[in-house]
């Protein structure tokens, strides 16, 4: 029988814990990034059919892609049948094809597991499935922890959003998928615990009296709240789950779609549908690529070519076609992360034809994300309801996940709670620990 | 981009916390400092361009690439001849029949003299109804063979073998095979087509159908435009390149005639022409800038009219206009071809012997007739063409 451990699948980041000998240890599953205990949730496949994750897959992915060269090639993708008046015959149809891509960047993986009708995507000649990119992606985790520790790993107990859908069959749907990608990926048993009960299982480790607890896992891609009681390991009460589908991606698509869009022509050439659906495209990371096509950049380079918001055009193109676009929502990412300590951050970004400088206060995005933070705090209300427990009851409100330090919410909290109630977990090991721990009970 | 709105947020942001207005002031300084140090940058080199020294630079790349062309000259052994290859000094005579086979005559342009015979094409059993057609039109021109299933074949007319004169048989003709019950219906030049806005597929029975261009082109691709027919015993008579102020005439074999604007034609097949069952379409062309055209009949008659003489029809379904006389039409008098013609144009004559004749329009349209026929020797089949399609 080999290891248990526990990994934290998240949309953003992951992690995998071990616990042993009474100690929950966050295993430095990537050494190269800045907090080895944190791996990005990013899976870089490239031409040969390697794969690689985290930090490696991003360093490989700016080193093979930005600035190179492409060649495009009309290649078979299938047929579609044609009926005229009087006629009937069936059309190939065929994509334009970067031949000397290198490579491709899988971001939001987790993400796909909620997307309904999303069932994988091509990669070069291969067609993966959601399972088969997240099959890859845990054996990487796989292997990584079985070198750390020095022992084959048998078994996982896997962390799952409250919902990863509102729709009950797609919400299993996923949780199969998830089971069935660790199954391959080489774990003989599997299991699962919901994120904020993983959260409240490490939180507990510093209880040393029984106490009510909400939980607010806010992560990258939803915000999962649990009320539990803890402190007496065999008789845990879960009052109540709650969560919703808003978390730091859709800030940072909230950021794109209000602030940068103008920087890359909205505004000047509205009346070019076709150049605005590129314009627009900015803000879904998974439009993007299919959007950068040879006619869309002859396009782009006839409207330059003709003077039409020629800069902010030429910052498009080269965003696009020179795939600087990863580095682009890093911008955009890190200046959010940055307006949760300061009241200030500037989005900059300086390449060959692309310079961008938006000087982003708090109290903007405070205003650009309200909508949000309204429909979060009902689901707040609402869970808080449902437990049958009313304010005074809760002993401490536990945050984690890395949109949880958002002053908005942190202050939504507090004005709730009261700020002595609020307490700050580790953002992104909270989850991963408690995981850790729940999976020491596999046998 | 800095402008009033954004200047206003950042006053909010300052009024809000306090403390973030010393955060902005750096930001806004250091953006500064990075903006003074690009405009430093660029006016120099915008004095560079006033002062000349940017376009001396370029004249010396300029003057360098020269060179680099002139050893490349020197290197493929000459001067790079980039005018358009020579004009081409041929005709090339296509005939076809139903069954797929194709004979191919090939005439020097220079050498050509109204009323000469440009071909001898082997007469087996023709009838009014059952005769080969004919393509009149350059070596260089690629054909687009149209079968009455809608299939289509692509071939370079130089890829069809040149009949030796007084050597031709149908028995040694090049094959475009049909396939399963397929007849060959019309076989028309392609190489222009880009010059055109529209291809109109007109059926035996007086349906027509148009074609945007790219649309047209992409069923060529694909090998496959279309029967243009909605009747079963019905298939196509002909294929024509139009532009979109063009008007289009058809002409049945019994002497009627209608026309119809390109822009007002549907690219569903629908019925223009009301036609008796004895009846049946045997030209559809397009005026062009042309102000003429000319019908010429199985007896040889060559029945020239103004395009002022055509009138669009009030009725889609009407009969059309008569281009000739009840009585003769009664006296068996038949349409086997109409253009648009100018007194410059050449036409081609088939006639029941299998001779193929060449007639300048503007002796026809003198003489009235292609010559003499009699009950043994009748005309079949009349093409046009002009002295710009050799080049």
Redesign the interface.
């Known amino acids: 029988m080999g290891l248990q451990v526990g990994i934290d699948f998240g949309t953003s980041n992951s992690g995998v814990a071990f616990y042993t000998g009474g100690q929950v240890r966050i295993l430095p599953i990537d050494e190269k990034n800045i907090t080895p205990e944190v791996v990005k949730t990013i899976l870089y496949i490239t031409r040969d059919d390697k794969s690689y994750v985290g930090q490696e897959a991003v360093e490989l992915y700016y080193r093979h892609n930005v600035n190179r060269r492409r060649h495009y090639v009309k290649k078979r993708v299938g047929e579609i049948e044609y009926r005229g008046s009087d006629m009937f015959y069936i059309q190939d149809v065929y994509a334009f094809v970067d031949e000397l891509l290198p490579g491709r960047l899988l971001q939001y993986i987790k993400t796909a597991l909620r997307t309904e009708g999303f069932e994988g995507t091509q990669v070069f000649d291969r067609y993966y499935t959601t399972g088969d990119i997240i099959t890859i992606y845990l054996r990487h985790l796989k292997q990584r922890a079985e070198r750390i520790l020095g022992d084959e790993i048998s078994a996982v107990t896997l962390g799952r959003p409250v919902k990863f859908s509102l729709k009950p069959e797609q919400d299993k749907k996923a949780q199969d998928t998830l089971h069935d990608a660790a199954i391959d990926a080489g774990f003989m048993q599997v299991d699962f615990e919901l994120e904020p009960v993983a959260a409240a299982l490490f939180y507990e480790q510093s209880l040393s009296r029984p106490e009510n607890v909400l939980i607010f896992d806010f992560g990258g891609g939803t915000l999962d709240i649990t009320i539990m009681r803890l402190g007496e390991p065999g008789k845990r009460i879960v009052y109540a789950n709650g969560g919703i589908d808003i978390a730091g991606s859709d800030f940072d698509r909230t950021i794109i779609q209000k602030r940068m869009l103008p920087h890359f022509g909205k505004g000047l050439i509205d009346h070019r549908h076709d150049l605005m659906e590129l314009v627009y495209a900015l803000a879904d990371w998974m439009a993007l690529p299919e959007l950068s096509v040879p006619k869309a950049h002859v396009q782009l380079l006839q409207a330059i070519s003709n003077g039409e918001a020629p800069v902010r055009l030429k910052r498009l193109e080269t965003l696009i076609f020179n795939d600087l676009a990863f580095s682009f929502y890093n911008a955009v990412e890190a200046a959010k992360i940055t307006l949760s300590s300061r009241g200030a951050s500037v989005i900059n970004m300086q390449e060959t034809d692309i310079d961008i400088w938006e000087l982003y206060t708090r109290a903007k995005f405070e205003k650009d994300i309200l909508e949000y933070r309204q429909r979060i705090e009902q689901v707040l209300l609402e869970t808080i309801e449902r437990s049958g427990l009313d304010f005074r009851q809760i002993g401490a409100v536990v945050k984690t996940g890395g949109s949880s330090n958002i002053p908005m919410f942190s202050e939504l909290l507090e004005n709730l709670f009261g700020k002595e109630r609020v307490k700050a977990s580790n953002a992104f090991s909270s989850v991963t620990a408690g995981l850790g721990i729940k999976a020491s009970h596999l046998r | 981009?800095i402008n009033p709105d954004?200047i206003d947020?950042?006053i909010?942001?300052v009024e809000?916390?306090p403390?973030?207005a010393a955060?902005?002031i750096q930001?806004?300084a250091n953006?500064l400092r990075d903006l003074t140090s690009r405009n430093e940058e660029l006016l120099a080199e915008n004095i560079g361009l006033r002062s000349g020294r940017k376009v001396e630079e370029y004249e010396s790349r300029i003057a360098n690439l020269e060179y680099q062309l002139e050893i490349l000259k020197r290197q493929i052994g000459g001067e790079i001849n980039l005018m358009t290859p020579a004009a081409v000094e041929g005709l090339s005579i296509i005939a076809y029949q139903v069954d797929g086979k194709v004979l191919r005559f090939e005439v020097a342009f220079r050498d050509l003299a109204s009323g000469e015979i440009l071909a001898q094409i082997p007469p087996e059993n023709f009838t009014e109804y059952l005769h080969p057609r004919l393509v009149i039109t350059s070596p260089v021109e690629e054909l687009l063979f149209v079968f009455d299933s809608?299939r289509t074949v692509n071939m370079a007319v130089a890829d069809v073998p040149v009949i030796t004169a007084g050597k031709a048989s149908w028995t040694s003709a090049m094959l475009v095979e049909p396939r399963g019950g397929e007849e060959l219906a019309a076989v028309l030049p392609i190489a222009r087509m880009s010059l055109f806005d529209f291809c109109v597929q007109v059926s035996r029975r007086g349906y027509v159908?148009k074609m945007m261009r790219p649309s047209f082109e992409s069923h060529v691709a694909?090998n496959?435009?279309?029967?243009?027919?909605?009747q079963k015993p019905d298939r196509t008579a002909g294929l024509t390149f139009c532009m979109k102020d063009d008007l289009f005439v058809l002409s049945s074999r019994e002497g009627w005639l209608t026309c119809q604007g390109a822009n007002e034609m549907s690219y569903?097949?629908e019925d223009t022409l009301k036609l008796s069952a004895t009846d049946h379409i045997v030209s559809g062309f397009s005026m062009a800038k042309k102000k003429s055209f000319a019908v010429i009949t199985q007896n040889g008659k060559v029945i020239i009219r103004e395009a002022a003489w055509l009138e669009k029809p009030v009725s889609a379904k009407g009969r059309g206009q008569p281009i000739f006389s009840p009585a003769r039409r009664e006296a068996g008098v038949r349409v086997i071809g109409a253009a648009a013609v100018d007194e410059n144009d050449w036409g081609a004559a088939l006639c029941s012997d299998g001779c193929v004749t060449a007639h300048r329009l503007s002796d026809l349209i003198a003489a009235g007739s292609l010559g003499e026929s009699s009950s043994e020797k009748t005309y079949l089949e009349f093409v046009l063409f002009n002295a710009a399609v050799p080049n």
């Open positions: 981009m954004k947020e950042w909010q942001e809000q916390r403390s973030s955060l902005i930001y806004i953006r809608g159908k694909k496959f435009i279309g029967t243009g027919v909605k569903t097949a």
